[in-house]
């Protein structure tokens, strides 16, 4: 991947992002399993991109249809499946990151009654902790500043070599490998945006520009395996990017009566949140959510037992008493 490619990768994902909604719909049963479905309004580009894929395969059956509003036609597409207890979710192949929010749904059965939860993460991006300044750049739509690219490229940079250290086939001394984060630094230093972004196609790989001092003290396998590892912390970052202006609508029903969520808003008997980007930019966005089905007869049983024992200590004090 040239260096103009990866910083239009990280530029579109700011100042281009995508509206789209997600309804995610989960329905819980009885017996405990529970139905699962996403649906997803916008444009062709930001149904189908990266930034929030469906999940994919079995038990996932999607359909894809348009409308027509306000002239303009909007593609919805629609993926449900029946599932049991925790499921962490597969993406397509095509999918550039897997999907970050796990769910799981617990039923169990009590003396009184059954019992039901739901805890669904969306796993925080941890920007503020990555590139801040990117992260203040999303927080402000106004901002047009480019700072952040450089901070960014340093971060994805020395991040690549610190995944490339765990690996023993691409382990490097620990002198060499602070070499390279330290040239790294320079080098988005001495470049500011417009020089980055003016880059010809006949300028060398970014990758190249990084280890070309180098080349003759690292493996063999080592340009391919930094290029790789470059590419997958750039398409996080824009995916992060096409999250911008997403929005999120979480609706659960439960069986019976609800007793603790932290839901934004009940009616009638769904569980409703509504968040976007901000509320799982850093951290994790934790949705839960638990109700209990009473059992009738067990009720009555045991109201009609503590009834008897009432009446005989009762009747043993007042005879006690005489």
Request: charged share 20%; glycine share 6%.
């Amino acid at each position: 991947m040239k260096c103009k490619t990866i910083i239009l990768i990280l530029f579109i994902g700011l100042v281009c992002p995508g509206c789209v909604e997600h309804l995610i719909t989960v329905r819980v049963l009885p017996d405990g399993r529970y139905t699962m479905k996403f649906v997803t309004r916008g444009d062709s580009t930001d149904v189908f991109n990266a930034d929030f894929p469906h999940p994919f395969g079995s038990p996932w059956t999607t359909h894809i249809a348009t409308e027509i509003k306000n002239e303009e036609t909007v593609w919805i597409m629609e993926t449900a499946g029946l599932l049991s207890g925790p499921v962490a979710f597969v993406a397509g192949e095509s999918s550039a990151i897997q999907l970050a929010h796990p769910i799981d749904v617990k039923r169990t059965a009590g003396w009184l009654g059954t019992r039901y939860s739901v805890i669904q993460f969306f796993k925080g991006r941890e920007v503020f902790r990555k590139y801040p300044k990117f992260g203040d750049s999303l927080g402000n739509t106004e901002d047009d500043s480019t700072e952040w690219i450089g901070e960014a490229l340093y971060y994805i940079g020395t991040t690549a070599i610190n995944d490339l250290q765990e690996d023993s086939t691409t382990l490097l001394e620990n002198i060499l490998a602070e070499r390279i984060e330290n040239y790294i630094r320079g080098y988005v230093d001495r470049k500011n945006f417009t020089e980055l972004y003016s880059i010809g196609d006949s300028a060398s790989l970014f990758v190249d520009d990084v280890l070309q001092p180098f080349l003759t003290q690292l493996p063999a396998n080592y340009p391919a395996a930094y290029q790789d590892a470059v590419d997958r912390y750039s398409n996080e970052m824009h995916i992060t990017g096409q999250l911008q202006d997403d929005q999120f609508k979480f609706h659960i029903f439960l069986p019976g009566v609800v007793i603790s969520t932290n839901a934004d808003s009940i009616a009638g008997d769904t569980l409703l949140w509504t968040f976007g980007l901000k509320d799982f930019l850093n951290d994790d966005y934790i949705l839960e959510a638990e109700s209990i089905v009473y059992s009738k007869k067990r009720i009555q049983f045991a109201i009609i037992v503590v009834t008897l024992l009432v009446l005989i200590i009762a009747v043993i004090l007042i005879k006690f008493k005489r």
